[in-house]
């Protein structure tokens, strides 16, 4: 079973955007919760979890931190080796946490920061998605995208070796969007780090990559 832990990002609802935009196929490998960490504290999902999916900052949106339960889960469903696709802000999931601050690959990096790394940020403007020079085989499969208006996350904390498989240039400079690390114990992190705004969440193009690294990540691609 996939896993696929939202907050409402500020009522834009990036993950339920992107969840109800999938196919049913894949929804109905899904179990999808939004603002509520209860299954993610108190239940045993790392037993049958095939991929974790996540789309939230925690202690945010009014919602708080996710507790120590849940880190206990989260950190045993990695040490078996298993993967997790962050979109958005996600690398900041539990950013409370000083072994994910660690691992992470690129990180968002939250304004009150335990380790005192300046606060990444996001200039808000219309850009490109870019498919890398990379011989990777998810990027054979990412798609280009013209974006609308959205935040662009930028300044983000390298913490670990990653290989960048999309980017995009701006004013600002040039800025990894999507990238795989891989955690101590073996697994994979894809960051697909695009998609605040409901218009570019519900993009086809948009919603076709995400398919191509779940299936990536899950296998289902070979």
């Not at 037993?47 to 974790?52: F, G, H």
């Not at 960048?164 to 990238?179: A, N, R, S």
């Amino acid at each position: 079973m996939i896993y696929f832990f939202a907050d409402n990002h500020y009522d834009s609802h990036p993950g339920k955007n992107i969840f109800d935009h999938l196919s049913d196929d894949l929804k109905n490998r899904i179990n999808f919760f939004e603002d509520d960490w209860s299954e993610l504290e108190n239940s045993n999902w790392e037993s049958d979890c095939e991929l974790l999916i996540l789309n939230l900052i925690g202690d945010t949106c009014n919602i708080p931190h996710p507790d120590s339960n849940a880190e206990k889960r989260v950190k045993k469903y990695l040490q078996s080796g298993g993967n997790a696709l962050l979109l958005h802000g996600s690398s900041a999931a539990f950013w409370q946490w000083q072994w994910w601050r660690e691992i992470v690959g690129l990180r968002w990096v939250r304004p009150n920061d335990p380790d005192q790394i300046a606060a990444s940020t996001h200039p808000i403007k219309p850009y490109k998605l870019r498919v890398c020079k990379v011989r990777h085989p998810l990027a054979e499969k990412l798609i280009p995208l013209e974006l609308p208006t959205d935040e662009i996350y930028t300044e983000l904390e390298q913490v670990s070796p990653i290989t960048v498989l999309l980017d995009t240039f701006i004013e600002e400079g040039v800025y990894p969007q999507c990238l795989e690390n891989f955690t101590p114990w073996g697994g994979k992190f894809i960051h697909f780090i695009p998609g605040h705004a409901k218009e570019v969440t519900e993009n086809q193009k948009f919603i076709s990559n995400i398919t191509a690294i779940i299936n990536y990540l899950t296998g289902a691609e070979k």
